[in-house]
């Protein structure tokens, strides 16, 4: 009888912590469009596959009143699962308990699930949804972000990292989703920032909206602090569950082979790329008619449009594509794209997934206000990450490939493992027109028709130099290709750089221009 009542009692206690932070804290969180915590767990994980730990955790806060208030699980939600079968650990912060406030007990609960993943090698999501900082803790509260912010960093390059925006993210808050790989928002309910509008009013006399400062779309299309933007929390649970299936669950494994598909028939690549170097055409149609079943699952789609980044698969492997997108800008580097496929080249280094650079690009972009926003540096990390990665490197040049931009996107000069170009593709210092005019320039000013003179050095210049011939006979290419044959070669390429091998000088780490 003692045991059915200790069981009874059990019982009554998890029902309790259930509830959360009650029937009408909830209440409001559904009106606010919201899923409780536990409700978005249970939407990601495998059916009946979530295990929470700590759910007894309280609070020990006894300033401010706070001693009397009971905070069940205080606010957080911790445990164990499976996607795909396969394990994750989670957190969800609760905003019906306190607003899902971090104190010391709600950040030790955090930190214990970072170091499970970290320590059983599986990917961490975390989903955030408080309003910040406890103020009735003081530094206790500091202190918890900061062991979270050092976890992040020790995880890094080790296992995935998923942040979750559900809600409000404000102050010291943000820097853990900045730490981590993959950050999710969800539009009209994710927010974040440093500081909140109110603050900004009194400071600086400007008035925004909390959608203007740090809503989904400004974190999507102006910051580049979000990879994935979706319309709803259920969109923003399959776009997870999609990532996870391209990324492999620790740094010493591959991610998970597929059975091989071919492309759609639809994409004909040989008929998505203009003859003419100046018409534009989206580079995503190039990627999904050389990848398995047409499917490229896009990464950043929303900021830095001029450069393409995302997985697909070829043979049934993961690969990472970087690609110039001629759409905008004409697919040149900037300051934002540079940033954005660095990024990206360091994650499929750090988690031995083999790149595919398809190269369109006239070079960086020029003017007064990329320099002064500090090109070189921002430009030179694009430089710094194909340099340092050691995975299987392959580049195909499917037309443009000028001046800087020519070596950045990891050229043989960068240790490319393999080069291609297309027939049409032009290697240059520069584009021809603005080549003829400095090379012809005493020719063309002294001719009696300078514009034919003109069109006739540009004809010149293109015959000798925009062609992929002169770099294919010093070595810098392997080989010219037809681009029904793209696939084909990338896929011969991948098979034969399977066991690379590439070292490198011993050092404790490089220093990149961050």
Known sequence: MSLKRNILDLRKRKEKVLQGGGEKAIQKQVAMGKLTARERITSIVDEDSFHEYDMFVEHEARDFGMEKKQLHGDGVIIGTGTIYGQPVCLFAQDFTVAGGSLGLMHARKI????????????????????????IQEGVNSLAGYGEIFFRNTLASGVIP??????????????????????????????????TGPEVIKTVLGEEISMEELGGAKVHSEITGNAHFYALNELECFEQIKKLLTFIPW???????????????????????????????????????????DSDFFEVMEGFARNIVIGFGRLNGETIGFVANQPLVLAGVLDCDSSDKAARFIRYCDAFNIPIVTLEDMPGYLPGVEQEHMGVIR???????????????????????????GYIAMNSRHMKADFMFAWPNAEIAVMGPEGAANIIFRKEIMSAEDPEAMRKEKVAEYKKKFANPYVAAAKGYIDTVIEPEETRKMLLHS????????????SKKHGIPPF
């Open 250 to 292: 620790h740094n010493e494994r591959k991610a998970r082979s597929f059975p091989p598909k071919p492309p759609k028939a639809e994409y004909k690549i040989e008929e998505i790329v203009p003859l003419d170097p100046t018409q534009p055409y989206d580079i995503r149609n190039v990627i999904r008619a050389i990848s398995d």
């Open 494 to 505: 991948l098979e034969v750089s399977t066991n690379k091998v590439d070292g490198r000088p």
């Open 111 to 134: 930190t214990k699930i970072m170091d499970h993943a970290l320590k059983m090698r599986v990917p961490l999501i975390g989903i955030n949804d408080s309003g910040g900082a406890r």
């Open 378 to 404: 921002h430009g030179a990390k694009i430089l710094y990450a194909y340099s340092e990665a050691t995975v299987p490197k392959i580049t195909v040049i499917v037309r443009k490939a000028y001046g800087g």
């Open 161 to 194: 990292q998923l942040s979750v925006i559900l809600g409000p993210c404000a102050g010291g808050a943000v820097y853990s989703p900045a730490l981590t790989d993959f950050v999710f928002v969800v539009e009209n309910i994710s927010k974040m920032f440093i």
